[in-house]
């Protein structure tokens, strides 16, 4: 869980920093390993 959570907070920073492409490819990763069935939709 927490290893997502971090993914998810890398993807929001990078998307901050301008870096969109990035950040879209973090929040994807970031989906994936989610627990949360409601997050993967």
Do not use: C, F, W, Y
Not at 13 to 29: H, P, S, T
Not at 30 to 35: D, E, F, P, Q, Y
Request: glycine residues 8%; neutral net charge.
């Amino acid at each position: 869980m927490a290893e997502g959570l971090a993914v998810a907070v890398r993807a929001h920073l990078l998307d901050m920093a301008g870096d969109g492409r990035a950040a879209r490819a973090q929040d994807e990763l970031a989906v994936r390993r989610t627990l949360s069935i409601p997050e993967r939709h």
